[in-house]
């Protein structure tokens, strides 16, 4: 091997030491959310678990940051089915966000439905952003002082607008406010139009389409139209970092306009960027990108229910920003290995060859873990593996059962921490959650209660003797998984002449009446000795 010299930053490092040259402090890290629906775990991606680990990075170099996440309270329903009902979506079409009601009925309002699930969520993942509506926002005096530039400047803005805009230019007299209608709270373009300004009293003239009235409304109710308002934002929290979804930064995008209206007329500085890629979900083998108003969604409060919410600020973490990720609930178990191999990697277990590899898996771990991992590496019950456990303990609250079975497929060491027993029972009660609601077929197992007929016929005089053998064999000594897979094909083989893939569906067959099940000598260890011994020998 040649003696390469490797140099490895990840990207948050890189971002982190940037802002610290730019020497701007506080340090404003800021990310924003439409709560236009379900809070999915591809938009926690770019706005809430990256930005978290650079905030979190800055403060661990001794700077004072403020992480901001701005809820855009003020903006125009846009959900449809199958996230809400057809008339539903018709009828709170354009209407402000904030004044729509819970599509359930079971909360105060829209914006809290989806924002209850969300917050208790975050807990589990350590990140902890101050949150800020848009609607507070426009009651603040920095705003109102924005917005007042801003209607100053009005024709040059409407130039400088103009130069993103293709062929949909904004005519002269444009006014770039989205006032509300007092009568049905709309405050979408489509519907309000703003005629007149009045900065003495703050208010709006407005004719409403929706609704067909004509009158005055309180302009903090309202809202800048939205290049005007994002920029706005950056220049009210005094923002030195904002990443984004790809979707604004294509060039002539919505980032590069704001960018130019910052600096060419509202007199700041943008901040510095990151965009996103999306990140997709695998819906029956086809790809489609998540969104919150359609409905396609993980729900970001669903990820802790499956698995450790460090797996995914892992992913999001080891993949570069502008890598396009598929996300399949069913392949949870490929991520937490991925994960579990980072750990190892990182506690100097097992390395991967490829330094730059390994020195990548091992910062992204520490930064998943806001950079300050557990002291010593936990006991990692592989997620299958804890899947098949887990169906096979009925009863998931009795930590010592757990163990017990636990411990006769894989060495869990008696002097095991608290914390780390605590470890493996969660995961185990994850892969549990998961198995009922998101796992295919192969994973599931449902232990028959007594050999089928139909495969009593199916079994030949030879394997019917082979499982009895491998009865004896389990009576005769303790087996490790490996050993006791190895004793499987020598039984196959050597005694009992059939071939080693027969004899494992010969075993499926009588614990599950089917051909294919978990892995085999870990599962037949986790059960009770004398019930696997009475099974086998039942056809001898
Ligand atoms: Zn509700
Ligand atoms: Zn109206």
Redesign the pocket.
């Known amino acids: 091997m040649t003696n390469r010299k490797v140099y490895y930053k990840h990207w948050i490092d890189e971002e982190a030491d940037i802002l610290v040259r730019l020497n701007h402090p506080p340090y404003v890290v800021n990310t924003g959310m439409a709560i236009s629906g379900l809070i999915h775990i591809g938009k926690c991606r770019s706005d809430l678990l990256c930005p978290g680990a650079l905030a979190i990075r800055l403060e661990n170099l001794g700077k004072n940051v403020k992480h901001y996440l701005t809820l855009y309270t003020q903006d125009p329903f846009k959900a449809k089915p199958p996230l809400v009902k057809s008339d539903f979506a018709e009828e709170y079409r354009g209407v402000r966000i904030l004044d729509v009601p819970?599509p359930?009925?079971?909360?105060e309002s829209w914006v809290?439905?989806f924002l209850n699930p969300f917050r208790s969520a975050l807990s589990h993942f350590e990140i902890h952003p101050l949150m800020i509506a848009t609607t507070e926002m426009y009651r603040m005096p920095k705003m109102k002082k924005m917005i007042r530039v801003i209607m100053e400047k009005q024709e040059e803005i409407r130039r400088i607008a103009n130069r993103f805009r293709g062929e949909a230019k904004k005519p002269p007299g444009w006014i770039p406010f989205n006032p509300l209608c007092n009568k049905c709270h709309a405050i979408s373009p489509e519907f309000t139009e703003a005629l007149s300004i009045n900065l003495e009293n703050w208010t709006v003239e407005y004719q409403c389409k929706k609704c067909e009235d004509h009158g005055v409304s309180n302009m903090e109710m309202g809202k800048l139209d939205w290049r005007l308002e994002w920029a706005a934002i950056w220049h009210v929290l005094d923002v030195d970092f904002e990443p984004f979804g790809k979707d604004h930064a294509m060039a002539g995008g919505s980032r590069e306009s704001c960018s130019a209206l910052a600096k060419e007329t509202l007199g700041f500085e943008p901040p510095r960027g990151q965009p996103f890629e999306f990140v997709a979900m695998l819906i029956d083998g086809k790809s489609i990108e998540m969104t919150s108003s359609g409905g396609v969604s993980f729900d970001f409060d669903e990820w802790p229910k499956v698995a450790e919410p460090e797996v995914l600020k892992y992913w999001y973490l080891i993949m570069k920003p502008m890598k396009h990720l598929e996300f399949n609930p069913a392949r949870i178990p490929y991520l937490v290995n991925e994960y579990d191999r980072a750990e190892t990697a990182y506690f100097g277990i097992e390395e991967p060859q490829d330094l730059q590899i390994a020195l990548a898996m091992k910062r992204s771990y520490e930064l998943a873990h806001n950079e300050t991992p557990p002291k010593e590496v936990p006991i990692q019950v592989p997620y299958d593996h804890a899947a098949m456990v887990s169906q096979i303990i009925s009863v998931l609250s009795d930590r010592k059962a757990v163990l017990k079975v636990l411990r006769r497929t894989m060495p869990i060491p008696t002097e095991a921490s608290e914390e780390n027993i605590k470890y493996v029972l969660e995961r185990i009660r994850r892969a549990y959650y998961w198995t009922t609601k998101y796992a295919p077929a192969r994973y599931r197992i449902s232990i028959l209660p007594e050999i089928s007929k139909d495969v009593k016929q199916q079994l030949r005089e030879r394997e019917k003797e082979a499982l009895g053998l491998f009865a004896d064999a389990l009576e005769a000594r303790k087996w490790t998984p490996v050993d006791l897979k190895a004793e499987i094909y020598r039984i196959a083989r050597e005694v009992a002449k059939i071939s080693p893939k027969r004899f494992f569906q010969v075993i499926y067959l009588v614990f599950f009446g089917q051909k294919s099940g978990p892995q085999i000598a870990p599962f037949i260890l986790s059960l009770d000795d004398e019930f696997v011994v009475e099974r086998l020998r039942e056809l001898r």
Do not use: R
């Open positions: 819970c359930e009925g079971c909360c809290e439905h």
